[in-house]
């Protein structure tokens, strides 16, 4: 599915979110407060969106290493990479997210977006994060969620399972995957029992902040 609609996810990411996304993931690196000289490694990269934006950042992060299972979103994900010049500093490899191709205490930022609610395990996957991690590390994850303010709730749920469905199927001709979309975020843990998966994983200073009212989550953590 992710294959399938790698050439048109990065122009629907921005349609149907009305270019806030591009918000949500400066928020998530500014979480990190980089300085620098961090390595950074972005999980569930997809088309390398997060891992850029941690390179351009002001200061930027030294190295960057995208992992992701589709090949497709990584080779749109190269090319863009190689058009912003930083095929030097950006790496993008494929790999499973429950076992993380990087060493023990390996890296000093873990980032996500949008991409643990499709992992088989988060569970696992939040366990390995923590492993890579060196002492003092700092994980940034997005996520969506089901927003519990009444009248927000309603206008989402009515965007998220009616509008967005055809938009998605209509831009990127693919007749599951938008459907996927609301299906897997209904699915997910929710924010406190992420935390709670965070928490059980190992990490500590562990933040659940809510973006655009609430239909984002931005979770922070870090491995002491």
């Not at 992060?61 to 990479?81: C, I, N, T, Y």
Request: with cysteine.
């Amino acid at each position: 599915m992710f294959d399938a609609i790698a050439g048109r996810y990065d122009v629907l990411n921005h349609v149907l979110s009305a270019g806030i996304d591009y918000t949500w993931r400066r928020r998530a690196i500014a979480s990190l407060a980089l300085t620098g000289t961090e390595r950074v490694l972005d999980l569930c990269t997809g088309t390398a969106d997060l891992a850029i934006a941690a390179r351009v950042a002001s200061p930027p992060a030294a190295l960057v290493v995208g992992v992701d299972f589709s090949h497709e979103m990584l080779r749109v994900g190269h090319a863009k990479v190689r058009r912003a010049a930083l095929g030097t500093s950006v790496v993008l490899v494929r790999g499973d997210a429950m076992r993380i191709p990087v060493a023990d205490r390996s890296v000093d930022a873990v980032t996500i977006a949008f991409g643990i609610r499709n992992v088989e395990q988060p569970e696992v996957a939040c366990r390995d994060m923590h492993r890579i991690l060196a002492p003092g590390g700092r994980v940034a994850i997005l996520e969506f969620a089901i927003p519990t303010i009444p009248v927000v709730r309603a206008a989402y749920l009515v965007y998220f399972r009616h509008v967005l469905p055809r938009i998605g199927k209509l831009i990127s001709r693919h007749h599951a995957a938008y459907e996927y979309l609301p299906a897997s975020v209904g699915a997910f843990s929710t924010p406190d029992d992420f935390v709670k998966i965070l928490r059980h994983s190992g990490f500590t200073d562990i933040r659940a902040v809510p973006l655009t009212l609430g239909i984002v989550f931005l979770y922070t953590g870090r491995r002491d």
